[in-house]
């Protein structure tokens, strides 16, 4: 997951800061492929880490904040690119995907432990 926001901010700030379109192709390249790798990485945790009889629930109950989250942004979108323009809007999402990287910490932590003393089977 530290991976997937370390490969997303730098390829949106390398978007942002593109001084040619090739550059803004690589960096979509480099956002697009470790947020992929994130996305099988967080989906096999909560595959392995939800119980059976609610796993198609929780499962539900992520793509809807997903899509809801999306829903949010896009109303927003528009008036922020029209505000500071598009590069700015890039460089701004890539700062705040490191951002988050803290915000991991907890779960950094739960993973150490487990390794360390898995729970009995």
């Not at 609610?54 to 949010?72: E, K």
């Amino acid at each position: 997951m530290v991976v997937e926001c370390l490969g997303v901010a730098a390829g949106y700030v390398l978007t942002g800061i593109a001084p040619v379109f090739v550059f803004v192709l690589i960096g979509q390249a480099v956002a697009a492929g470790t947020d992929a790798v994130g996305e099988v990485a967080g989906n096999s945790i909560v595959q392995r880490a939800t119980a059976d009889h609610v796993r198609g629930r929780v499962f539900g109950a992520m793509v809807t904040a997903g899509l809801m989250a999306n829903a949010v942004g896009f109303t927003f979108a528009g008036f922020l690119v029209d505000a500071i323009g598009p590069r700015w809007v890039y460089v701004g999402c890539g700062l705040v995907s490191a951002m988050v990287i803290p915000l991991l910490g907890p779960f950094l932590r739960r993973a150490r432990e487990a390794e360390i003393d898995p729970a009995p089977a």
